[in-house]
């Protein structure tokens, strides 16, 4: 006898929910994901009325449903933001160029404005250039820094109050684990709030997915035929973020309730009384707030105009060493962009090497 939906209870469940272990129903599946994600919404406070907000959008699964979701969740709960889309191009043949066609249609699709910046554009050089000069090692590390910086960059040009990303509940539960396993007390922190980057000069970054399971979001997309884009970087992975994956995924196979588990725990750690944690300042060249005298986009990018691409990978030390002895600014040949008053009116938070 086919089993019936648990939550109307009238249809025949056509999936169980990977997040709850009930059967569902087509219609109820997809009211208990939105409806779940509105109760994110409003429970974490993470818009207000009237506000512009930029959607972090690749045309991956992830950013394609949050685009989807929120811009129904808007019409139909009144949420009253003005919601744009806004896509990095990391200049990744092969990747990039044909996930942004995605992000394209769907532009037409939702009919949201999309505004897209570059990093060839903002830094002078492209991925597949950085690539040619560092290898597959370190790559990821230079894309995650500076692509955090040019979503900052990309929501002041645009004048927004806030960026959604996609994040998910998989994602979170992972940076929760990498953060456990190197000890950064600083970053744990951080990686478990729903809001982040709500300092006084910074834009803030609200997660709506922060509890919804990637299953979920990958079930949603196919049953509603979204379009997006499902092919992986030419350059990934980045290994480490490939282990705690692995380990998640296994451990979701034994227990489902895992990555929820992990992200609860995550929220309940507190640091100690006396444990030293970085202070934020502005970086002394670009004046985006880091928690070091120069950020680590910076440091990178001087490390690539200099031809010492490692230069930011090495110990802080060495880093304090070449800026001691180096005079003048970073030599960079991307122009002013303009929206940085080089440099005077910016703000982020480039301190992290993985985006959170
Ligand atoms: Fe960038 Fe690495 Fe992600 Fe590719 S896998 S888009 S190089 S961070
Ligand atoms: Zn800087």
């Not at 570059?118 to 560092?134: F, N, P």
């Not at 290898?135 to 692509?147: A, D, I, M, S």
């Not at 380990?247 to 929220?267: F, N, V």
């Not at 880093?319 to 929206?339: I, K, L, R, Y």
Request: a positive charge; one cysteine or more.
């Amino acid at each position: 006898m086919p089993i019936k939906c648990e939550i109307c209870s009238k249809k025949n469940a056509f999936l169980k929910r990977p997040k709850t272990g009930s059967a569902a129903c087509k219609e109820c599946f997809y009211w208990a994901f939105e409806t779940e994600i509105h109760h994110t919404i409003t429970s974490g406070k993470l818009f207000k009325s009237g506000e512009k907000v930029a959607i972090g959008a690749s045309g991956g699964k992830d950013s394609t449903v949050l685009a989807y979701v929120l811009r129904k969740l808007n019409e139909k709960y009144n949420y009253g933001l003005d919601l744009h889309l806004l896509s990095i191009d990391e200049g990744i043949t092969g990747y990039r160029d044909d996930s942004l066609e995605t992000v394209k249609r769907n532009q037409q699709q939702y009919d949201l404005p999309l505004t897209i910046l570059s990093y060839e554009d903002l830094y002078g050089w492209s991925m597949d250039a950085i690539v040619k000069q560092i290898g597959r090692k370190n790559n990821c590390t230079f894309c995650g820094v500076f692509r955090r910086q040019a979503l900052d960059r990309g929501a002041m040009r645009l004048k927004v109050n806030k960026i959604a990303t996609g994040h998910n509940a998989d994602d979170v539960a992972e940076t929760i684990v990498m953060n456990i396993l190197r000890g950064d007390v600083a970053r744990l922190q951080r990686c478990t709030s729903i809001v982040t980057g709500d300092d006084p000069s910074g834009i803030p970054r609200v997660k709506p997915f922060k509890y919804t399971y990637e299953k979920e979001i990958v079930a949603y997309a196919y049953y509603k035929k979204l379009d997006y884009f499902s092919t992986e970087c030419i350059y990934s992975p980045n290994a480490y973020r490939g282990h705690a994956r692995t380990y998640l995924k296994d451990l979701e196979a034994i227990r489902p309730s895992s990555i929820i588990d992990i992200i609860h725990s995550g929220e309940m750690m507190s640091v100690k009384d006396g444990v030293k944690l970085p202070v934020q300042t502005k970086c002394s060249r670009c004046n985006y707030i880091s928690s070091n005298a120069i950020c680590k986009a910076c440091v990178l990018l001087e490390g690539l105009n200099k031809g010492r691409p490692k230069l930011g990978i090495g110990k802080t030390s060495k880093v304090m060493q070449h800026f001691e002895s180096s005079s003048g600014p970073p030599q960079t040949s991307a122009p002013c962009q303009g929206d940085c008053s080089c440099a005077a009116s910016a703000n982020s938070s480039v301190s992290r090497v993985d985006s959170d």
